[in-house]
């Protein structure tokens, strides 16, 4: 059973940083790779990043200079490390591990960027 636990979500100013964290069960992400989305009120769910098991990366075209996606293993965690942030990127942030046949997904963080 994969289990993945997003925090560091909050208010912030706009230009401000936060770092998302995602918490996960086992060696998870050095297997499968993951992906943080996030989704805005009336919008629907968005790619902003992702990770392979070999660590490559890929960025939606909103976020690429900005944000930084990466994990650790030893602590089995994968970050979203934002910043110049902007009204826009207001949203719920989730991270996602896919194994064949199945999508897991953490219960999101909310992330707010004031104007």
């Known amino acids: 059973q994969v289990q993945l636990v997003e925090s560091g979500g909050g208010l912030v100013q706009a230009g401000g940083s936060l770092r998302l964290s995602c918490a996960g069960s086992?060696?998870?992400?050095?297997?499968?790779?993951m992906g943080w989305y996030r989704q805005a009120p009336g919008q629907q769910r968005e790619l902003v990043a992702v990770?392979?098991?070999?660590?490559?990366?890929n960025y939606a075209d909103a976020v690429k200079g900005r944000f930084t996606i990466s994990w650790d293993n030893a602590r089995n965690t994968a970050y979203l490390q934002m910043n110049s942030l902007k009204p826009e990127d207001t949203a719920v942030y989730y991270c996602?591990?896919?194994?064949?046949?199945?999508?897991?997904w953490g219960q999101g963080t909310q992330v707010t960027v004031s104007s």
């Open positions: 086992g060696s998870i992400f050095s297997i499968y790779g």
């Open positions: 996602k591990v896919s194994r064949p046949g199945r999508d897991y």
């Open positions: 990770i392979t098991k070999g660590g490559m990366t």
